[in-house]
């Protein structure tokens, strides 16, 4: 088993590989999200995954996250950009709602899909795998 460190781009700021020497790759190596230096010319290191685990990523007005640490990386109130307001909800309560309405549309369109291919039954209004 290894670990899978992610990098992220500013697109501004960083370098392209190309133009990267290997002294320039050597620092980005170097990189980690647990030691105090994080960015290198323009390229940041956010997570370091263990391979065989499964981790649900959350991608969140440039933060790129495990779930299990949004919570306590989204404890401000969430600023809509588009009103310019600050609104009264924290951004992870409103990461939360986002993610309850697509995964209920999502199974909602999965649920329709089966059932149009006659793999569901409907029975009192609870729907079953047609086994019978």
């Given amino acids: 088993m290894g670990t899978s460190t992610i990098y992220k781009r500013m697109n501004d ?8 020497t290997k002294k320039d790759l050597g620092e980005l190596e170097k990189l980690s999200p647990y030691g105090e230096e994080k960015w290198y010319h323009g390229w940041s290191c956010p997570l370091e ?13 440039g933060l790129l996250m495990r779930l299990e640490e949004a919570p306590s990386k989204l404890n401000k109130k969430y600023y809509n950009k ?6 009264n909800e924290y951004e992870w309560t409103m990461l939360k709602k986002f993610l ?3 995964i209920t549309r999502l199974d909602k369109e999965f649920k329709k899909s089966l059932k ?3 793999k569901l039954k ?11």
């Fill in 13 to 20: 700021l960083g370098m392209n590989f190309k133009e990267m």
């Fill in 49 to 61: 995954l263990h391979n065989g685990n499964v981790y649900p990523l959350i991608f969140w007005k």
């Fill in 82 to 87: 588009y009103s310019g307001k600050t609104l």
């Fill in 100 to 102: 309850i309405a697509e």
């Fill in 116 to 118: 149009n291919k006659g």
């Fill in 122 to 132: 409907e029975i009192n209004g609870l729907i079953y795998n047609n086994i019978f």
